[in-house]
C-alpha cells in the first residue's frame, strides 16, 4: 500500500518568516495530495489539495508543489503569523475517486514565534 | 448547518465491553470513512465507505466492524474493546473527490 513520509515532525518559525513541510509518497498511481489543518483540540480541516495534472497550486500565502517525478510534494506558507500555529498532515491518495484509500503523513507541528 | 455529528466526544469503557460511535452527515454525501489519530502516527483510516450498503477496510481495520445501511450513518463498533484501541477517532465524509469534513471527535479509553 502507499506509504507517506512527512518531515519535519516540529518546526518553530519566526513570524513573518516562511515555513516549509515536506512529504514523499511510495505509489507513483498517487493523483491526489491534500494538506490538512488541525488545530490544538479541534478537527482536521482542508487548507489546500493538489492533483497529479498539476504541479502548483497557490491560495493566498499557502502555496502547496508536486514533483511526480521524485514522487514529492511541499507546502509553503509564507509571512506566517501566529494563527498559522497547528499541526499540517500531508496525505495522498491513489484512487481516481480522491479520498478512496487516503494515507496520511504522520504531522508536522508548527509553531509560529512572535 | 452542514456538519458531520460524532458521539460520543468522550468515552472511558472497560476491555471487552462492546461499544459503539455514533457518525451521522446531513450533506448527502456519498463517501465516509473512519480514521483514529495516535502521536506520532498521524490519521490512519480504519474503514471507508462508498455509498450504501459499500464498505472497505482501510489500513487498521483489525477489531473494528462498521455498517451502512443509510446514506447518513455510518457507525463505528468495537466487538471487544482492547487497550491498545485507545485512541483519538475521527469520522468524516465528503462528496466525490472533495475535501474532506471531519466530525469533532470521539476520545475513547480502553481500561
Known amino acids: 500500500g502507499e506509504n507517506v513520509e512527512q518531515h519535519p515532525s516540529t518546526l518553530s518559525v519566526q513570524e513573518g518568516d516562511s515555513a516549509v513541510i515536506k512529504c514523499t509518497y511510495s505509489d507513483s498511481a498517487s493523483n491526489y495530495f491534500p494538506w490538512y489543518k488541525q488545530e490544538l483540540g479541534k478537527r482536521p480541516q482542508l487548507i489546500i489539495d493538489?492533483?497529479?495534472?498539476?504541479g502548483e497550486k497557490k491560495d493566498q500565502r499557502i502555496a502547496v508543489t508536486l514533483n511526480k517525478t521524485a514522487k514529492h510534494f511541499s507546502l509553503h506558507i509564507t509571512e506566517t503569523q501566529p494563527e498559522d500555529s497547528a499541526v499540517y498532515f500531508c496525505a495522498a491518495s491513489i484512487s481516481n475517486f480522491g479520498n478512496e484509500k487516503l494515507t496520511f503523513g504522520t504531522g508536522t507541528r508548527l509553531t509560529i514565534i512572535p | 448547518e452542514a456538519q458531520v455529528t460524532q458521539n460520543p466526544r468522550y468515552l472511558i469503557t472497560v476491555t471487552g465491553k462492546k461499544l459503539t460511535v455514533t457518525c451521522s452527515q446531513n450533506m448527502n454525501h456519498e463517501y465516509m470513512s473512519w480514521y483514529r489519530q495516535d502521536p506520532g502516527l498521524g490519521l490512519r483510516q480504519i474503514y471507508y465507505s462508498m455509498n450504501v450498503e459499500v464498505t472497505d477496510k482501510g489500513d487498521v481495520p483489525e477489531g473494528y466492524k462498521v455498517s451502512r445501511k443509510e446514506k447518513r450513518n455510518f457507525p463505528l463498533i468495537l466487538e471487544s474493546p482492547s487497550p491498545n484501541q485507545t485512541s483519538l477517532y475521527f469520522c468524516a465524509s465528503s462528496q466525490g473527490n472533495e475535501k474532506l469534513f471531519f466530525g469533532s471527535g470521539t476520545q475513547l479509553s480502553v481500561l
Open positions: 493538489i492533483r497529479s495534472n498539476v
